[in-house]
């Protein structure tokens, strides 16, 4: 259970670090993606408007990535505090005595 715990928090690391790095994508993205509507809204040329779809796009994809790694980190949270009640649960019960 311990090494189960230890592999969960090494994980969480991982994807919280993840996480982090996809925040700041999306909203570099988001930025670039206001641009390119900015641009088209102007422009209203065909280039223009697919210069916005593809940064829109691209901050979509980027968006459920990190929706993906919040979900994870749940997931992983829930996991962790479900074993630790466990572990809880087994150091805190009562030893049973052999009276024989």
Same mark, same amino acid.
């Given at each position: 259970?311990?090494?189960?715990?230890?592999?969960?928090?090494?994980?969480?690391?991982?994807?919280?670090?993840?996480?982090?790095?996809?925040?700041?994508?999306? +909203?570099?993205?988001?930025?670039?993606? @206001?641009? +390119?509507?900015? !641009?088209?809204?102007?422009?209203?040329?065909?280039? +223009?408007?697919?210069?916005?779809?593809?940064?829109?796009?691209?901050?979509?994809?980027? !968006?459920?990535?990190?929706?993906?790694?919040?979900?994870?980190?749940?997931?992983?949270? @829930?996991?962790?505090?479900?074993?630790?009640? !466990?572990?809880?649960?087994?150091?805190?019960?009562?030893?049973? !005595?052999?009276?024989?």
């Amino acid at each position: 259970m311990r090494e189960r715990l230890t592999r969960i928090q090494d994980e969480l690391r991982r994807v919280r670090a993840t996480e982090r790095v996809l925040g700041d994508q999306v +909203a570099h993205l988001d930025e670039v993606a @206001s641009d +390119a509507e900015t !641009r088209k809204l102007v422009a209203q040329t065909p280039l +223009a408007d697919r210069e916005w779809r593809d940064a829109r796009t691209d901050l979509d994809r980027h !968006r459920a990535l990190f929706e993906d790694a919040r979900r994870e980190i749940d997931d992983l949270l @829930s996991e962790r505090d479900r074993l630790l009640d !466990r572990l809880f649960e087994l150091e805190t019960a009562p030893r049973r !005595r052999d009276d024989t």
